[in-house]
Every structure is written in structure tokens, then in C-alpha cells.
């Protein structure tokens, strides 16, 4: 598995994200509406709750409130403990360390490279992970490379039917492309044929469906998220197809190959 980011500084207590502080009638306040948490109101307690941004750790919200909310008596942390056992407020944790994500494509594949590169941004010097994209199957020899050079690297392949994700490769610890290979020619041995053939360069149009190609930018960021919060991703071991329709997600196994070079990395 690839090793999640550093963690970083905890932040403090946030009122429930996405949730609107609403007031029900005089005595009861509520935070969403999905259903919504009833709170029984207090002197204070709507000014209080609107500082709870996530921004402020517990020391320095309890001077926050001394100073600028005279009128709230209660007990700040008892307070918060009620809160957050209802949901109305997500307790103190590390924030989420932000993942350094290199996104590379080729000229058929711009669309969805385009909605990958407004998640993550421009490619670091450093990144923690290498999506690559191509148009039609891409060139092993450059995963191959990116094995042997130890690179965690997702693969995304947008062929004339769908867009193919995975495997999510950590070299030495997961199966690779290569493995995916050898599992398909055992099935089909005239796909060993192709192969030499997905090294030539290439232009190939792309007419998937927008909504394809913005379902499998989610399933994309989705491996991004759980490697950032240290959960194993769904394309380690698998590959995740998306289309012909945005509906249409398959998860298709890709254990290790006993012949396939990445094995030697195992030892």
C-alpha cells in the first residue's frame, strides 16, 4: 500500500459541514435539514456556534468566547460534548493531510484531465502519486518503468467504451499493469499480440459522454481520498470501469501474476 501524507496540525470543533444554522421557535435552534439536529437554545449559544469554523483549537475558542460572548455561562466543553454526540458539531481531529498528486495525459484525453487537474492542480515537483491518462490502452513500457523506478502510479485508460482505472500500483507491494496482462492473455492469448502494438504514438478522438467522464473523475479522486485518509483504495488489487453509461461501474480483481516481473520486486 502507498504510505498516506504526513498528518497534519489538528484543527479544532467545526459545526456540522454543509449544515445551515436554523432557528425552530423560540427555545430551539436547529443545524441542517437533512434531517437537522434540534439544540435547545441558550443565552450565547447561536454566536458561539457560528465561531466553530474548525479554525480555532479548544484553548484559544474558550478565550474567544470569554472575551466576545459574555452572555453564554454555560460550560463551553460540556457544551461541546453534547453537541457533538448529537451531530450538530464534528469533534477536534488532525486535519486531513493534503495529498501531492501528479495528473500526466496525452492529447486524447485532455477532457478528463481537465476535470482531474481542477481537484489537484498543476503536478508537484514531489507527488505522492502519478495518474496517468491515455487514449486507448497506453504504452506498457512506460509502466514498466515506472515500476522498476519503485513511482506509485494510477493508470486510467479511456478507450472507445469507457474509462478503465487501475491497477493502483505501490511496486513490490501491489499488482501492476503487467499483472492485469497476464490474467487477460491466459483468457485470450492473442491479446500478447497487441501489446507491442500500444507502444506507437497516437491521436484518437474521445466521444464518451460527459457524464462517463465526470463519474470517473469521482472514482478517481475517490483512491485519492482513501490513500489521504489511510484507507486501502478500491484499484489496489482491481480495476474500476466506468461506462458505457455513467451507471455502468464494474470492479474487476487483478491478483498478483506468478510470471510478471513486479513478483522479483516482492523478494
Known sequence: MPAPPAPAAA???????????????????????????LVRDRPGLVRVLRLL???????????????????????LGATLDRLIVSGAVIAPSPAAPAARIAVRHDRSTASLAALLLDVFGPPPTDPDLEILLTGGEPPRSTFENLVAAGVVHLPVTLDERRVRIGPLVA????????????????????????????????????????GVLYRAAAEVVHQVDCLRLDRRPPTVGHVVSVGPGPADVDLRDVPFAADCACRLLLA
Open 53 to 75: 469554523d474548525g479554525s480555532l483549537d479548544l484553548p484559544r475558542l474558550a478565550a474567544l468566547v470569554a472575551r466576545d460572548v459574555p452572555e453564554f455561562t454555560d460550560d
Open 11 to 37: 484543527r479544532g470543533p467545526c459545526l456540522l459541514p454543509g449544515a445551515m444554522l436554523l432557528r425552530r421557535d423560540v427555545r430551539t435552534l436547529q443545524v441542517g435539514t437533512s434531517p437537522g439536529v
Open 171 to 210: 511496486p513490490g507491494a501491489t499488482p501492476c499493469l503487467g499483472c492485469l496482462d497476464a490474467h487477460v492473455i491466459a483468457a485470450d492469448p492473442g491479446w500478447s499480440a497487441l501489446l507491442p502494438q500500444f507502444e506507437r504514438s497516437r491521436l484518437l478522438p474521445q466521444a464518451l459522454p460527459l
